[in-house]
């Protein structure tokens, strides 16, 4: 992904974070929409009206980026994006950034020849556990901003903005409270970075491998859009688990969180916003590589010309 087929890095790290970070913040600004409408859709618990279950709100990803865009403007598709942006800088500078170093490490040395499967998702999982410890603060205030939908004419907003939200959380709820939701985030992150990073870069390698194909954009396309799905589908249920643990402070903890969505909604529950969440993620993976491998391209050039 970020190295020749041996799995050297021909760049630094310093350039590797960079440009990690930079693709990961193009990707976030793109597609936050849908990440808005995906939260929505997964806080959306069924409600009993009387004798009945009222409709739901939200319904389907077009239905609700159109119902948040008519109620609350279309200003507040991108509710969340400055520390969903904070979160890319730091998480996807780190888990991109450190997985070729990490894979190194478990490979060995001494290693020649194509990194096994197994020490690609071994290495992604180890990264995206260590990114997003470090930047779990800036995902909990980027789903309680995303999460709030229009309120009643004379209620207030709980939070003003991003930094009006990281010192509300501090001072109200303490400094662990930012760490709220780490155990399904770690779960959830560690998995879906293995499902990404790792995918990926099996999926390229085993397309450079068929004649005809080169290293280009076409490759860089189709193996984006291959670690997109694999990510929603391994990672829709912890991830819905995530965002009800921090979109709403009444659950215990991880189990506490699953055993009532489970109970109340429903096994399918757990991959409720699975479009949306597949739009979201395969296109921020198609858009994140490919400017990735652009950003990496000018960094290794800058690199040379220096050397």
């Not at 990961?24 to 597609?31: D, G, N, R, S, Y």
């Not at 930012?178 to 990404?196: K, M, S």
């Not at 397309?207 to 391994?234: E, M, R, S, W």
């Not at 949306?276 to 000018?298: C, D, H, Y």
Request: charged share 20%; hydrophobic share 45%.
């Amino acid at each position: 992904m970020v190295a020749d087929s041996k799995g050297k890095s021909d760049i630094s790290f310093a350039g590797t974070f960079a440009s990690s970070a930079f693709a990961a913040c193009f990707a976030e600004i793109c597609t936050i929409p849908l990440d808005t409408a995906k939260v929505r859709l997964q806080l959306q618990k069924s409600a009993v009206a009387g004798d009945g279950v009222a409709l739901p709100k939200y319904r389907g990803m077009l239905g609700t980026v159109a119902t948040i865009a008519r109620e609350e403007g279309l200003a507040a598709l991108w509710k969340g994006i400055v520390p969903g942006l904070h979160r890319q800088c730091v998480y996807g500078g780190l888990r991109i950034g450190l997985y070729e170093p990490v894979k190194n490490l478990y490979v060995g040395s001494d290693f020649v020849g194509d990194v096994p499967l197994t020490k690609k998702i071994l290495a992604a999982l180890t990264t995206g556990a260590v990114g997003i410890a470090v930047a779990n603060p800036t995902d909990l205030v980027k789903v309680r901003l995303q999460a709030e939908g229009k309120l009643p004419a004379g209620v207030p907003r709980r939070y003003s903005g991003a930094l009006n939200a990281y010192s509300t959380i501090l001072r109200q709820e303490g400094v662990g409270a930012l760490w709220t939701g780490i155990g399904p985030n770690i779960a959830r992150n560690a998995i879906i970075n293995a499902a990404e990073l790792a995918s990926y870069d099996q999926v390229k390698e085993t397309i450079l491998k068929i004649p005809g194909f080169t290293d280009n954009v076409v490759t860089h396309l189709f193996a984006g859009l291959g670690a997109g799905f694999f990510a929603v589908c391994i990672g829709s249920p912890v991830d819905v688990v995530k965002s009800r643990m921090m979109g709403d402070s009444t659950y215990k903890n991880t189990l506490d969180c699953f055993i009532k969505t489970l109970k109340n909604d429903g096994p399918l529950a757990f991959y409720k916003g699975f479009i949306p969440n597949f739009g979201r993620l395969g296109s921020w993976n198609v858009i994140m590589f490919l400017t990735l491998e652009q950003a990496k391209k000018f960094v290794r050039s800058l690199e040379s010309s220096r050397a």
